[in-house]
C-alpha cells in the first residue's frame, strides 16, 4: 500500500472518513426486492442479482475502494481498504475513536519479530484474536470485513524497508489465514499480498512503481510463488493483492498467466467469492510507470481482463469509460469483478439480519480483553532472540538494584509498534518495564537514531558510571526502514556504535547489555567488542515490547526464538544489487538467504541463544530408504483438491519424525526445534540447506523432556528443474535439528523422478 493517492480521493474521504459506515437493509426499503437478499439462493446467484440491477454509470463509479454504493438500490457506501497487519490498525477503512469505547486495539509485535518465535498455534492465537476486535470494530461501522493482510512476500534482501511486515526471509514460514470453510459465515476475508515478486521500494532511484523482476522459473517455484500457493490454495484465503512491479516483463495487476493461468488455475481461486485488488494506484502504474498498454484506457483494460477485480484508486473510474466506449472489454468482464466482491461480501453475512449471525454478536467488550494483553506480551517475549552472551551476564544477576537505559529507543512507544499499526491502549517502554520490576532507573537518549551528533555521549556516560548495570536501547525505527523506504547500508545507523563502544570502554566489571530494535543489521562491532556482554534482537515487539525485554533480561522468561533472517556483514550491500532477484549465488551474486549464501554471516538463520542447555535427539529407527513410488503411490495427480482440501501432491505426507528435547541445564525453557534438509539432489547447484518443519516446545524443566513431532510434507522435501516442475528426486538426503547439526538423519530415495507441480505454460 501506498499514501500516494489521488487528490479527488483525498476529498471525498475528508467528508466520507467520520461516518460510520452502513450495513444494507434486506428487511425494508429498496433492496428488500432484490434477490441478493434471497438467503436460499448461493452468494453467486445472490451477487449476480444485485450487480443485475445497476447501471453501467453505477458499475464503474463502485470499481474502486472507495465504493460509494447505489442509493437508488439501498447499497451504502462501502471501503475495501482495511488493515491489520498486526492488530486492527490505522487506513482509509478503519476508525479509531477519540476516546472511549473503539478507541484502542491490542497491538501485536511485527510479523518478522513473531516470526521469529516460530509458533504457529500463538500465531494463530493472535490472527483469531485479532479478527475478533477486528469483527467488533466492523460491527459498529467502524471498519469493513475484508483486510489487505498479511504480507508473505519472503525477506530477500536485508535492505527492504517493509521486511519487518513478513515472518522471514524463508517462504516455509508464511502469514498464517484461518476459516478455510464458510459456516455459514467467514469471520473476516484475508488478503495475500503483494502477488508477486516484491520485495523492493526505492533503492537507489530503483522504484517499486516501474520496477520489473527478472525471475527464473525455478526461483518462481520454490521460493516467491511459494507462500502463495500456501496462502491461496491450502488456506482458502478470500482474495490476493497483486503488485506494483511487473515480472518478467508484465505488469502482475495485467498479467493474465499470473491471475488466469497461476492463481485462477493451478491455485484453485476461481470461486465465485474470492476476489483480486490491486495495490494502491497500481493500475495508475501499469500505465503511467511501466507503460504497458496502448493508453491509460487500454491499461485500465488490460488490468480489468486479466483478472483484477478491484482497483485501490481512481484510475478505472477515469478510464473504463472510454476503454468500453473503445470496446476494450465487455459488460461480462465488468459484471464478474463485481460479483466476485459481492458474493465475498455475501458470505461475510454483509446483507443478511445480525440477528442469525454469531460474529455479527461480537462487540467492544471483545476488544483488548486481559487474555490479549497476555497473548501481546506473550509474542514478543518469544519472538525476542539472545544473540550474544557472555558467562553470566545474563539474566542479570539478583544483586542488581540500578538500571541505566540509554539509548534512542530506551522510552520508544509507537516506534516499537512499526509500520501498519493501531492505537494501542498503554506501550510498555524499557524504562517504565524496570521501573514496574523495582528497578532504580535512570535514563539518558544519548543519541539519535540517526545522525553524527555526539552532545548526548556525556549523559549517557554519566547515568552508566552510577548504575549497576548498562541496557542500551537502540538500533532502527521507520524513519529508517519503512514502506517506500529501503536502505542502502545495514550498518547500525548514525552515533550509536560509537556511544556503544564508549560506554563499553568506561563501564568496568558491570554487565552491559544491547538490545538492537529494528529488521537486520550488521553486528559485527558488537560480537567483536568483549566488553559487550550480551546482545538481544528484539524487531518490532508491540505495544508490550518494553515488558518483554524486561522479562527476558531478567530471566523472568527465559529466551527462545530464532532469527528469522540472516545478518550478513555490511559489505553485503556493495556485492548484489536489490535488483538482482536471482537467488543462487554466481557472478555479482554472494548468494540470498541462508539457503545460497555462500560467504560467512555475522549471525545465521535460526540462530538464539538459551538461558539453559539441551540434548535433542532424534530415533535410532527411523527408515533409511523410500521409494518414489510408494512416496506417491496414493497421490491423485489427474484430480486434486478441491481448494483446501489437502489433496495435493506436495502436501502428500513424507513422514512424522518425533524430536526429543532434554534440558541439561538449570532454567525452564522453551526450545525451537529447526529441521533442515541437506543433500545433492535435483538439478545443481544444491542449495545449503532448506527448513522442512519447525516446532517449538513450551517449559522445558530442567532435567526433563520436552517432545514434538515434525509433520514434512513430500513438497517440503522437492525442489523444481529449470522449468518450474517441482520435483520429488531420487537421491541421498540428510536431515539435520538446529543449525549446528546436533542431531542427524540420514536416508535415500531410489527411483524414478516424479513431478508433484507445474508451472503452466506461458503463451
Known amino acids: 500500500m501506498t499514501s500516494k493517492v489521488a487528490v479527488g480521493a483525498i476529498a471525498l474521504l475528508a467528508v466520507k472518513s467520520v461516518l460510520a459506515r452502513d450495513f444494507p437493509n434486506c428487511q425494508s426499503g429498496p433492496l428488500a426486492s432484490n434477490q441478493v437478499c434471497n438467503t436460499t439462493l448461493d452468494p453467486w446467484a445472490r451477487a449476480t442479482a444485485l ?27 462501502y471501503e475495501w481498504w482495511n488493515e491489520a497487519l498486526h492488530g486492527v490498525a490505522r487506513s482509509r477503512g478503519v476508525q479509531f475513536a477519540n476516546s472511549g469505547n473503539f478507541s ?64 522471514s526471509e524463508d517462504p516455509l514460514i ?31 532511484g530503483n522504484r517499486r512503481y516501474a520496477f520489473d523482476a527478472k525471475i527464473s522459473s525455478q526461483d518462481l517455484q520454490d521460493y516467491y510463488l511459494s507462500p502463495f500457493r500456501a496462502c491461496i490454495r491450502d488456506a482458502n484465503a478470500q482474495s490476493a493483492m497483486c503488485s506494483y512491479n511487473a515480472v518478467n516483463g508484465v505488469p502482475t495487476c495485467a498479467d493474465p498467466w499470473l491471475l488466469q493461468d497461476v492463481l485462477r488455475g493451478l ?33 485500465a483494460a488490460a488490468s480489468l481482463n486479466a483478472g483484477t477485480d478491484l482497483d485501490c484508486g481512481q484510475f478505472w473510474p477515469q478510464n473504463l469509460p472510454s476503454a468500453y466506449n473503445s470496446k476494450m472489454f465487455n459488460d461480462t468482464v465488468l459484471d464478474r469483478s463485481l460479483i466476485r466482491r ?57 544483586t542488581i538494584k540500578k538500571v541505566a537505559v540509554v539509548g534512542p529507543l530506551g522510552t520508544a512507544t509507537t516506534q516499537m509498534q512499526g509500520n501498519y499499526y493501531g492505537i494501542a491502549q498503554s506501550i ?31 549523559a549517557a556516560l554519566s547515568a552508566a558510571s552510577a548504575a549497576d548495570a548498562i541496557v542500551f536501547v537502540g538500533g532502527m525505527d521507520t524513519s529508517v526502514e519503512a514502506e517506500d523506504r529501503d536502505r542502502e547500508q545495514i550498518t547500525w545507523p548514525g552515533a550509536q556504535l560509537p556511544l556503544i563502544k564508549q560506554i563499553a570502554a568506561a563501564k568496568g566489571a558491570k554487565p552491559f547489555v544491547v538490545v538492537q530494535m529494528g529488521t537486520m543489521v550488521d553486528s559485527t562491532d558488537l560480537v567483536a567488542e568483549k566488553n559487550v556482554d550480551a546482545l538481544l534482537w528484539a524487531g518490532y515487539p508491540g505495544q508490550d515490547g518494553g515488558a518483554a525485554v524486561v522479562s527476558i533480561l531478567t530471566g523472568e522468561k527465559a529466551p527462545a526464538g530464532r532469527l528469522p533472517v540472516t545478518q550478513y556483514p555490511a559489505d553485503y550491500v556493495n556485492q548484489v ?72 501432491p506436495d502436501l502428500a505426507p513424507f513422514i512424522l519424525v518425533p524430536v526429543s528435547v532434554g534440558n541439561t541445564g538449570s532454567i525452564t525453557s522453551d526450545y525451537v526445534a529447526l529441521a533442515f534438509l541437506k543433500g545433492e539432489f535435483g538439478p545443481t547447484p544444491y542449495p545449503l540447506k ?15 523432556i520436552g517432545r514434538a513431532t515434525l509433520d514434512i510434507k513430500l513438497g517440503s522435501i522437492a525442489r523444481s528443474d529449470k522449468d518450474g516442475a517441482l520435483t520429488l528426486w531420487p537421491g541421498k538426503y540428510q536431515l539435520v535439528l538446529d543449525i549446528d547439526d546436533r542431531a542427524v538423519w540420514n536416508f535415500e530415495i531410489t527411483g524414478d523422478q516424479v513431478v508433484l507441480e507445474k508451472l503452466p505454460p506461458k503463451k
Open 342 to 398: 459481492y458474493a465475498s461480501m455475501v458470505r461475510l453475512g454483509w446483507f443478511d439480519p445480525p440477528a442469525q449471525q454469531p460474529y455479527r454478536q461480537i462487540a467492544w467488550d471483545s476488544v483488548a480483553k486481559p487474555e490479549a494483553k497476555a497473548l501481546a506480551l506473550r509474542a514478543a517475549q518469544e519472538g525476542l532472540v539472545l544473540l550474544k552472551n557472555n558467562g553470566t551476564a545474563l539474566p542479570l544477576a539478583k
Open 577 to 648: 544489487p536489490m535488483t538482482n532477484m536471482n537467488l543462487q549465488s554466481g557472478s555479482g551474486n554472494p548468494g540470498r538467504t541462508y539457503k545460497w549464501y555462500t560467504k560467512q554471516p555475522v549471525f545465521p538463520f535460526g540462530h538464539g541463544l538459551h538461558y539453559t542447555t539441551f540434548d535433542v535427539s532424534l530415533p535410532g529407527d527411523l527408515p533409511t530408504t523410500f521409494s518414489t513410488a510408494d512416496l506417491t503411490a496414493n497421490v491423485s495427480f489427474t484430480n486434486p483438491g478441491p481448494v483446501a482440501s489437502g489433496n495435493y
Open 428 to 458: 510498555s517502554t524499557v524504562v517504565n518495564a524496570f521501573k514496574t520490576a523495582g528497578y532504580e532507573v535512570s535514563n539518558a537518549q544519548g543519541c539519535a537514531i540517526t545522525g553524527t551528533s555526539t552532545s548526548g555521549f556525556s
Open 174 to 204: 508464511p502469514g498464517l489465514q484461518g476459516g478455510l470453510k464458510a459456516d455459514p459465515y467467514y469471520k473476516l476475508a484475508a488478503t495475500c499480498k503483494h502477488y508477486a515478486g516484491y520485495d523492493m521500494e526505492n533503492w537507489k
Open 267 to 299: 491455485y484453485r481461486f476461481a470461486s465465485e467469492d474470492r476476489w483480486v485488488t490491486a495495490d494502491c494506484d497500481a493500475l495508475q502504474n501499469v500505465w503511467t510507470d511501466h507503460r504497458y498498454g496502448s493508453s491509460a484506457a487500454g491499461a
Open 104 to 167: 484502542y486495539a491490542t497491538s501485536f509485535p511485527q510479523p518478522i519479530t513473531m516470526g521469529a518465535a516460530f509458533d504457529m498455534p500463538m500465531i494463530r492465537l493472535v490472527a483469531e484474536t485479532t479478527s475478533t476486535e477486528a469483527r467488533a470494530f466492523s460491527n459498529a461501522g467502524r471498519c469493513g470485513l475484508n483486510f489487505w493482510t498479511p504480507n508473505i512476500n519472503p525477506f530477500r534482501d536485508p535492505r527492504w524497508g517493509r521486511g519487518q511486515e513478513v515472518p
Open 51 to 77: 450487480v443485475a440491477a445497476f447501471n453501467h454509470n453505477e458499475k464503474i463509479s463502485n470499481s474502486w475502494d472507495n465504493s460509494p454504493g447505489v442509493s437508488r438500490l439501498g447499497v451504502p457506501q
Open 690 to 704: 532448506s527448513l522442512v518443519a519447525f516446532a517449538r516446545i513450551h517449559d522445558v524443566k530442567p532435567g526433563e
